[in-house]
C-alpha cells in the first residue's frame, strides 16, 4: 500500500506528507494488514504481533495522528525503558509541523506534572505512567489512546506487573479507551487480544530476510541445511564470526551473558579488526569518538579507558555499568556504521533498535540466583535474533549460536531456532509487586471494600488466566499486612487507606519498604545516629538490593557490624538461627559500606575496584538512594518524627558523592563532586569566595575552563551574590 492511499482511510493528506518527508513511501505488509483491518477507524483496539523491525512503531503512529488530527485528547505511549522512551520521543517530534506535540517523563515518581497538559503525545515507561495516575495527573484524563510497546513484557517478572496493572486502571478509568498493544511474536497473542477485548494483527513477516543457524567446528549449519564456511582471521571463533561480514560493509552484535565477557570480546575483536577499517578520516573519527567517552565523565574508570581502546579498533561494549551518555555515544556511531562490532549483555535487545547484519548468540545461559545457570526462554532468543538484518542496507541477515559440540549443535537448533517463543504469563502474583499495587488502588479511590478489590483486579491479565480463588487467596493475604501495618483501614464494613497509606502509594514505594522505614525512624528517636545509620537503613530496603558477597567479604562486614552495633537502626539477625537472613544483613552492609565510600569521595576507580561498579551503576544506585532518602524524609515528616531532619543532608551528600564542606559548591549547575574538590582546593570553598573571583581565574581551575567559569558566575548573579 502506497501511503497516499492513507488518505482513503482518514489520514489527513498534511499527515501523509510528514511520513513523505520521512521517506516513507510505502507500508509494510503487517502495517498495511492493520489499517485494512480498520485501525483508522476508531473503533477498536488492536494487538500487533509481528518480529523485530517488522514496523510496529509507524502503526503506532498512524493511530495517534489519526486520533489527535480527527478528535483531539491526548496518546500515551508506554515503553519499558527509559533509553527506548528517548529514542521513540525523537522518533515522534517529526510530527509537530503538524501542531502536534510531544513530551517525554521519566523518573521523579512524586510529581503530577501538571506541564504535561500542554503536549499531545506522552512518551513515558509504564512506573512512570503508573506514579502519574496514583497522583491523579490532569494530563493522563484526557487521555483516549494508549499504546503499549513491548506488551509481551508482562512476562517480566520486576516489570511486567505495573505495565499490566497500568493497563487495567487506564481499561477502569477510561470508558472509550483505545489500546494498541505492540507485541513481539509470541504464542499466545490471542490471548492478550482477548484480555484487552482487541482484534489480533499477527503476521510473520520482516522486511529483511532473517536466517538463523548454529556456529560449530568452523562452519555455521543454517534450518535450511545450508553449510556455510566461516573465514578463519584469528584463532577465536567469535571474533571471526563477528568480523567475517565487516569487509563487505557489513556489521555485528554479539550477546554474551556477562559485562566482563562483553568487555574482553570487545578488546579482542579490535585487536583483529585494524585490518579491516578504512584508513583516514574513518580512523581520526574513531580516535575522536574514543576520546569524547572519555570526557563524558569528569573523574574517567578503567572501564572508560577500555572502551576507548576498543573504539579505536572499531569495536565497543555495551552494558548496563557504561554511563547513559557513553551508551548514547556507541548506539549513534554503531547507527553510522563507524563501530563494526558491540559486545552486548542482552539488556541491549530489549532496549534501543541497532540492527546488524550478523547476531552472533554466543551465551544461550545465564546465572540466576538460588538457581545457578540456566538457559535463556526461546522469546528472548527470538529478541536477539531479531536484531539481524538492517533494513534499506541488508538483503538479509544473520542470527548465529554458538555451539562447543555437534550434540550441541542439534540441542541448540531444536530448542532454539526451530521452536517457537513460550506463550507469556502475568507476573503479578509477585507479592512485592502486588503489594503496591493493592495499596494504590485502596488509596486511588477504585476500591472501597474486598469485593470492590476483587472486581478491579479481575480486569487484570493475571485474572483472565486465572481463577477467582487464586486471585482471591493473594489479596486478601496482602490486604491482612496493609491492615495490620495502618496503611489501610475499615470502618462500618468501607475499607479505606490511611494518611500513611496514601502517601507510601504517591511516593511509590513498596509497603515493606515503607515499614522498614517508618520503623527505623522510629528507633532512631531513641538512639544515638550518624550517617551511617541511615545509609544502613536506607540500604535494607527491598528496592536497593544488598551488594553480592565475595569470599573474603564476611570479615570485613561483620567487623563493620560490630563497629556500628549501637547506631544501626534495624535489628540484627541472628547468624545461628537466622543464616540466610544474616547473610542478606551483611551484603546491605555491604550497600551501606558503598555509599559511605561515595559521599566520602572516593573515587569511581577504587569503587569499581571494590564493589564491582561501573560508572552507570553508580548513577543508578545514587538514583534510586536519593528517592528512598527522599521517601524516608516525607514518611518521618508525616509521623511527626524529629530526627527525619537529619535525612536531608544525607541525601544532598549521596545525591552528588560529596563530603559535606562540598555542599555549597555542588548547589551550582555543572559542579559535579570533581570540580566541586578542585575549587575547593584552590581556595574557592564558598559561594562568596566564587564571587570575589574573576572569571579567568576560575576558568584556570583543573577540569573548569572558560564556559564553565562564565556558567558559575551567572549562577552566582541569579542567586544574589
Not at 489520514?11 to 485494512?36: C, H, N, S, T
Not at 521523579?108 to 503525545?121: A, K, V
Not at 464494613?493 to 522505614?517: H, K, M, N, Q
Not at 562540598?662 to 559542579?671: A, I, Y
Request: hydrophobic residues 40%; glycine residues 8%.
Amino acid at each position: 500500500m502506497r501511503v497516499e492511499e492513507l488518505l482513503k482511510h482518514g489520514l489527513p493528506e498534511k499527515a501523509v506528507r510528514v511520513l513523505r518527508g520521512a521517506g516513507i513511501d510505502e507500508l509494510y505488509p503487517p502495517q498495511e494488514m492493520a489499517v485494512l483491518a480498520g485501525l483508522l477507524d476508531l473503533r477498536r483496539s488492536f494487538v500487533v504481533s509481528v518480529p523485530t523491525a517488522a514496523g510496529k512503531t509507524l502503526i503506532a503512529e498512524l493511530l495517534m495522528v489519526r486520533s489527535l488530527l480527527d478528535r483531539g485528547g491526548k496518546c500515551l505511549y508506554v515503553v519499558p525503558l527509559r533509553a527506548l522512551a528517548w529514542e521513540k520521543y525523537e522518533d515522534f517530534k517529526k510530527y509537530e509541523v503538524l501542531g502536534l506535540r510531544c513530551a517525554l517523563t521519566t523518573g521523579d515518581y512524586d510529581s503530577r506534572d501538571t506541564w504535561l497538559s500542554n503536549y499531545d503525545i506522552i512518551v513515558t515507561t509504564s512506573e512512570k505512567a503508573d506514579s502519574l495516575l496514583r497522583h491523579g495527573s490532569e494530563a493522563l484524563r484526557d487521555v483516549n489512546v494508549l499504546v503499549a510497546d513491548e506488551v509481551h513484557l508482562i512476562n517480566d517478572p520486576h516489570r511486567g506487573p505495573t505495565l499490566e496493572v497500568t493497563i487495567a486502571r487506564l481499561m477502569h478509568t477510561t470508558p472509550g479507551l483505545l489500546i494498541l498493544a505492540l507485541s513481539a511474536t509470541i504464542q499466545n497473542a490471542e490471548e492478550i487480544a482477548s484480555w484487552l477485548g482487541a482484534e489480533l494483527v499477527a503476521m510473520d513477516w520482516r522486511p529483511v530476510e532473517l536466517r538463523e543457524g548454529v556456529y560449530c567446528d568452523g562452519s555455521i549449519f543454517f534450518s535450511d541445511s545450508r553449510l556455510q564456511e566461516v573465514e578463519r582471521i584469528c584463532g577465536n571463533d567469535v571474533v571471526n564470526l563477528a568480523l567475517e561480514v565487516v569487509p563487505q560493509g557489513g556489521q555485528s552484535l554479539v550477546f554474551v551473558n556477562t559485562r566482563r565477557s562483553a568487555e574482553k570480546l570487545a578488546l579482542d575483536v579490535a585487536k583483529e579488526a585494524r585490518g579491516f577499517l578504512g584508513e583516514g578520516e574513518e580512523e581520526e573519527r574513531l580516535k575522536a569518538l574514543a576520546a569524547q567517552v572519555l570526557e563524558v565523565l569528569a573523574e574517567p574508570t578503567e572501564i572508560c579507558r577500555k572502551l576507548s581502546r576498543a573504539l579505536k579498533g572499531g569495536a565497543a561494549f555495551h552494558h548496563a555499568g557504561l554511563e547513559a551518555g557513553q551508551r548514547r555515544l556507541i548506539e549513534d556511531a554503531f547507527k553510522d556504521n563507524l563501530v563494526k562490532v558491540i559486545a552486548a549483555t542482552p539488556t541491549l535487545a530489549a532496549g534501543v533498535n541497532l540492527p546488524a547484519r550478523r547476531v552472533v548468540i554466543r551465551d544461550y545461559t545465564r546465572y540466576e540466583a538460588n538457581l545457578g545457570r540456566v538457559a535463556i526462554p526461546v522469546l528472548e532468543y527470538k529478541q536477539q535474533a531479531g536484531r539481524a538484518g538492517r533494513p534499506s542496507y541488508d538483503e538479509y541477515g544473520e542470527a548465529v549460536l554458538v555451539a562447543k559440540s555437534y550434540d550441541e549443535r542439534s540441542r541448540l537448533l531444536d530448542n532454539y531456532v526451530l521452536a517457537e517463543p513460550e506463550a507469556i504469563s502475568s507476573k503479578l502474583a509477585v507479592e512485592a509487586a502486588l503489594r503496591t499495587h493493592v495499596l494504590a488502588t485502596v488509596a486511588m479511590g477504585y476500591a472501597d471494600s474486598f469485593y470492590a478489590l476483587m472486581e478491579f483486579f479481575s480486569r487484570t491479565f493475571f485474572a483472565h488466566q486465572q481463577d477467582a480463588h487464586t486471585l482471591e487467596s493473594h489479596l486478601r493475604r496482602i490486604l491482612d499486612f496493609l491492615l495490620d501495618e495502618g496503611m489501610c483501614g475499615e470502618r462500618n464494613g468501607e475499607l479505606f487507606a490511611t494518611p500513611f497509606g496514601r502517601r507510601v502509594s504517591e511516593l511509590y514505594l513498596d509497603p515493606v519498604s515503607a515499614v522498614i522505614l517508618r520503623d527505623g525512624l522510629y528507633a532512631a528517636q531513641h538512639k544515638d545516629t550518624d550517617t551511617f545509620s541511615y545509609l544502613h537503613l536506607l540500604a535494607s530496603v527491598p528496592e536497593i538490593g544488598g551488594l553480592y558477597l565475595r569470599k573474603g567479604d564476611f570479615e570485613t562486614y561483620e567487623d563493620m557490624v560490630r563497629r556500628y552495633e549501637d547506631r544501626l537502626l534495624v535489628e540484627i539477625p541472628d547468624r545461628l538461627t537466622e543464616y540466610w537472613r544474616y547473610e542478606e544483613f551483611l551484603s546491605e552492609i555491604k550497600t551501606a559500606s558503598f555509599y559511605a565510600d561515595w559521599i566520602e569521595e572516593r573515587s569511581e576507580d577504587f569503587i569499581h575496584k571494590k564493589y564491582n561498579l561501573g560508572p552507570g551503576d553508580i548513577r543508578t544506585r545514587v538514583d534510586l538512594a536519593d528517592w528512598v532518602l527522599y521517601a524516608a524524609y516525607e514518611i518521618g515528616r508525616l509521623l511527626r518524627l524529629g530526627k527525619a531532619r537529619e535525612l536531608v543532608e544525607v541525601r544532598r551528600r549521596v545525591r552528588h558523592g560529596v563530603k559535606e564542606e562540598l555542599l555549597e559548591l555542588v548547589s551550582l549547575r555543572g559542579v559535579g563532586r570533581v570540580r566541586a574538590r578542585r575549587l575547593y582546593s584552590k581556595g574557592y570553598r564558598t559561594l562568596r569566595d566564587l564571587r570575589e573571583a574573576s572569571v579567568e581565574a576560575i576558568a584556570g581551575v583543573k577540569g573548569i575552563g572558560p564556559k564553565t567559569a562564565e556558567s558559575i558566575k551567572r549562577q552566582l548573579r541569579e542567586k544574589g551574590f
